[in-house]
């Protein structure tokens, strides 16, 4: 198995708390990529992460978990997940 590219979207009603959620990830020790989008239909800000990693079933679930937990206690919430095509 190789690593691929796997990428997490999180939702906040306001910007302190996406921008708190980028900065806690930023210090974390998975240190993902992060982009910080307000959707323009929702007005909703959306934190996208990035983190390579080998597809595994249990490691996918656990990392999305452990981004949600962190996202939750920044009032913030999970929209789920994707891994990115090869370029």
Not at 13 to 34: N, Y
Not at 48 to 54: D, G, I, L, N, W
Not at 57 to 70: D, V
Request: proline residues 5%; contains cysteine.
């Amino acid at each position: 198995n190789r690593e691929n590219q796997l990428q997490n979207q999180h939702l906040f009603e306001q910007k302190p708390e996406a921008e708190k959620f980028a900065t806690a990830l930023a210090s974390d020790e998975l240190a993902p990529a992060t982009e910080l989008v307000k959707c323009p239909d929702t007005g909703v800000w959306e934190v996208v992460t990035r983190v390579e990693m080998v597809p595994d079933h249990t490691l996918l679930s656990q990392t999305e978990q452990y981004l949600e937990s962190i996202a939750n206690s920044h009032n913030g919430y999970g929209d789920g997940w994707g891994l990115m095509a090869d370029e």
